[in-house]
Each structure stands twice: as C-alpha cells, then as structure tokens.
C-alpha cells in the first residue's frame, strides 16, 4: 500500500480511493481542478481485552504447522464485563463507530463466556481457557505456502453473525427498518490482530516450539461520502509521473438527501446523492438533519 495519492493507468488513487481521469491536452503542461464525490471506508476498533495464545506444536502431511494447545486468555475482557451495555445511537448521520465497536466487544465477549461455560466470578486477569483440542478440528493451522495464512481457527463463537441479536445492536439497525438516511448502514465484525510471538524467536519462523498470541478486536464500520477538490497540476501531457494531484474538502457547504421510501432495507436499495436547496420541497426526497458537509 502506498500512503499517497497516485495515478495508474488512467486512475487516480488515495490507498482504496480511485477515480478514472483523463488527462487535457496542454502543450505546456497546466493546472486545473474538479470536485469529486469521494467515498472512503471510516472504521473505528475496541480491544475486547481478550487474546488468543499457542504454541506451533505438530507438523501436517502436506506441511502445514499447527498448533494443539489454543488458550483464550483473560486480560479483563471476562472479569471486567460490564453488566450494563447502552445501545449505539440511531442518530441518522451522527455516527459514534467507538460505541459501535464497543457494542460489539461486550456482546462478543459475553457469548463467549457463554460459549466457553464461564462467568465473570469465576474468572481472572490472566487465566486462560483452552479452546481446542487434539482432534483435526480443532487446532490453528497455518498454510505453508503463504507463512501467516490461517486455515482454521476453532473460536467461531467470536464471530458476532452467529448471534444475529448482537449482530443487531452493534449495527443499530435489523433487515425490518425502514431504508432511509435514519438507518446507516454500520457493519460489524470481531477480528484477530496479527500473530505476535512471545518467547523472543524470529517473528518469521512459524516453527516447532515457538509460542505466539494474537489480540481480539471488535471494529465497526462504515463509508463516508464527501465532495472533494482535487487539484491537478503537470508541467507535460504524456507523462504521468510529472502529475501532481493534491484534495481537499470542498470549501462550500453541500446538501445531502436520500430517496423517502416505505420500503426495508432488504426489500429497496435507496437513490441518494448531493441535492439543490429546493429538495426540502420535494416529498419524495428526505433530507437528514444538519447533513451539510
């Protein structure tokens, strides 16, 4: 990944971010701009302070190493759960994915402890609960060809789309809502951190013996829409090294409407988009409130 705006083969590209762009001809080279409607994945993640720890402790017929002694370990996610957890708010475009995320990480965590038949009373900060066993279905199995690529993992408990009401109060929204700017569409998910190994050994030796831990994250996230200035200056027409391209956040203020429909969200896919002033007239649209970016 490269951190910065770019040009490929006739796109434009910030990270994840492309536009196809077809340069003017200029004999000498110019400046020019365009507002562009921009979209952009925002994601915000809660350590659920729970980790996975193992040991690469067996060898698989086609050269996989795999781990025997999976442990769940308890850093406060467990003992420290809270007892109360607040529903994120359905605010239409005032989104707080922190408390999105954080939705997410107490339900996680608590199917878990339900997965695993444990209670906050019973556990500790540091205890650990083993979560795999010596059959071949439960066990960690990296690929040998691509070193880091996990085959398995026997913790499908962690995943909040097993438990469709978790998946509905971290998301803050059910396939019954209505589909209009109220109802954002937020997804959420629980993810492994990359693996970390903690007995001081080559962290790029995935060999026998060696001890690993991987944190657990609950993120959610959404796509932010913006109407950006980019800036285009080159001093030659055919050659794309020599563009410079910088953006920037429109300076006018811009209206933002969705179509008002009656239908749900998995019946209708809504038209949305920049608006003129005058939509606030038109019943057919529905303007979010304050959603002048």
Request: glycine share 10%; charged share 15%.
């Amino acid at each position: 990944m490269v951190a910065a705006l770019i040009t490929l083969s006739g796109s434009m590209w910030d990270l994840i971010g492309f536009w196809n762009q077809t340069l003017p001809k200029l004999p000498n080279g110019g400046t020019w701009s365009q507002d562009l409607l921009w979209l952009e994945l925002v994601t915000q993640c809660i350590d659920t302070n729970l980790m996975l720890n193992y040991s690469m402790s067996a060898v698989g017929i086609q050269g996989p190493v795999y781990s025997m002694d999976l442990n769940l370990t308890d850093y406060g996610g467990f003992v420290n759960l809270t007892y109360n957890i607040s529903v994120p708010n359905r605010g239409g475009q005032h989104i707080d994915l922190v408390h999105h995320a954080y939705a997410g990480a107490v339900l996680g965590n608590e199917y878990t402890m339900q997965a695993l038949n444990i209670t906050r009373h019973s556990s500790f900060v540091g205890a650990s609960y083993p979560v795999g066993n010596s059959s071949n279905y439960d066990r960690v199995g990296w690929d040998g060809s691509a070193v880091g690529v996990v085959n398995s993992l026997p913790v499908s408990y962690l995943n909040l789309t097993v438990h469709p009401g978790g998946e509905t109060l971290c998301q803050g929204y059910d396939i019954g809502d209505i589909a209009d700017g109220t109802n954002v569409n937020v997804e959420c998910a629980i993810f492994l951190g990359p693996p970390q190994r903690t007995d001081n050994g080559n962290p790029q030796d995935y060999g026998l013996g060696s001890r690993w831990s991987q944190k657990i994250h609950s993120c959610a996230s959404t796509t932010r829409a913006s109407i950006q200035t980019v800036k285009f200056s080159t001093n030659s027409t055919t050659d794309l090294q020599s563009l410079h391209i910088t953006r920037t956040l429109s300076g006018p203020n811009v209206l933002w409407a969705t179509e008002k429909t009656n239908f749900t969200i998995t019946k209708f896919d809504v038209f949305w988009g920049r608006v003129d002033d005058g939509a606030f007239v038109a019943e057919s649209i529905g303007v979010p409130s304050l959603c002048y970016k």
